[in-house]
């Protein structure tokens, strides 16, 4: 399969486009810097924006149709503190998700065509955006703790954005596209781990999962390991 990954370069991102090489599948990476990143023969890495559209495109040019598209992005702060200065923009994820979607929906729809031309079906692409709990109605079983940074410190900057992907993701998808959001609980260190996996407004998670336990998991996800478990579904995932 081919993946299309967005924030590959970040904390979580990083063990998703490498995990999904070592399963030997072909990935393509949109950065804002190529020179750091090791090559791989099946590693297609595209300098630009994911707020940029003809950075996207480009990305979807590069000969083989993709079949599902990750986001692991997130806007930055200052540093770690919660407090930090939030460095935006404001719409990083819900623009750049936008972006990716509109693109994948173009290209399965040109598949739609072909395929009635030449008697075949297209398979519907993927869609998985790391969203965060917290988020609409996940906000009813988070922590207290979480609420609190998440109305009182830069935190809430950041979910801004993750609540405007929650919200836009059916409009945006329609019925070309299936999604998935996962909702992490805290994200931390840790290595593979088992994923344990609840509803929008379950209890019952922990309160963290390793960020490789995560990316896997969306890769997993992307690769239709899950069959159909969790298309069109907002899953909270914990170790």
Same mark, same amino acid.
């Given at each position: 399969?081919?993946?299309?990954?967005?924030?590959?370069?970040?904390?979580?991102?990083? /063990?998703? /486009?490498?995990?999904?090489?070592?399963?030997?599948?072909k990935?393509?990476?949109?950065?804002?810097?190529?020179?750091?990143?090791?090559?791989?023969?099946?590693?297609?890495?595209i300098?630009?924006?994911?707020?940029?559209?003809?950075?996207?495109?480009?990305?979807?040019?590069t000969?083989?149709?993709?079949?599902?598209?990750?986001?692991?992005?997130?806007?930055?702060?200052?540093?770690?503190?919660?407090?930090?200065?939030?460095?935006g923009?404001?719409?990083?994820?819900?623009?750049?998700?936008?972006?990716?979607?509109?693109?994948?929906?173009?290209?399965?729809?040109?598949?739609?065509?072909?395929?009635?031309?030449?008697?075949?079906e297209?398979?519907?692409?993927?869609?998985?955006?790391m969203?965060?709990?917290?988020?609409?109605?996940?906000?009813a079983?988070?922590? /207290?703790i979480?609420?609190?940074?998440?109305?009182f410190?830069?935190?809430?900057?950041?979910?801004?954005?993750?609540?405007?992907?929650?919200?836009?993701?059916?409009?945006?998808?329609?019925?070309?596209?299936?999604?998935?959001?996962?909702?992490?609980v805290?994200?931390?260190?840790g290595g593979?781990?088992?994923?344990?996996?609840?509803?929008?407004?379950?209890?019952?998670?922990?309160?963290?999962?390793?960020?490789?336990?995560?990316?896997?998991?969306?890769?997993?996800?992307?690769?239709?390991?899950?069959?159909?478990?969790?298309?069109?579904?907002?899953?909270?995932?914990?170790?």
């Amino acid at each position: 399969m081919h993946l299309f990954i967005l924030g590959a370069t970040g904390r979580t991102g990083l /063990y998703g /486009y490498k995990y999904a090489l070592d399963e030997g599948h072909k990935v393509t990476i949109l950065v804002r810097k190529a020179d750091k990143i090791d090559r791989h023969d099946r590693l297609t890495i595209i300098e630009g924006s994911p707020l940029s559209e003809e950075d996207i495109k480009r990305a979807f040019d590069t000969g083989t149709p993709i079949d599902a598209v990750l986001v692991f992005l997130n806007a930055p702060r200052i540093d770690q503190n919660p407090w930090g200065k939030f460095l935006g923009p404001p719409r990083l994820i819900a623009d750049s998700t936008r972006n990716a979607t509109r693109a994948l929906r173009a290209q399965y729809c040109e598949q739609v065509v072909d395929g009635a031309g030449n008697g075949g079906e297209a398979k519907k692409p993927r869609l998985i955006v790391m969203n965060a709990l917290g988020v609409g109605k996940s906000w009813a079983v988070t922590p /207290y703790i979480v609420r609190f940074m998440i109305t009182f410190s830069n935190v809430s900057e950041s979910y801004k954005d993750h609540n405007a992907v929650n919200e836009e993701i059916e409009s945006e998808c329609g019925d070309e596209v299936l999604w998935t959001l996962p909702l992490p609980v805290g994200l931390g260190g840790g290595g593979r781990e088992e994923v344990k996996t609840f509803g929008y407004e379950e209890n019952g998670a922990s309160l963290w999962i390793s960020r490789e336990s995560c990316a896997r998991w969306m890769v997993d996800v992307a690769l239709g390991r899950e069959g159909g478990r969790f298309d069109n579904r907002r899953v909270i995932v914990s170790n």
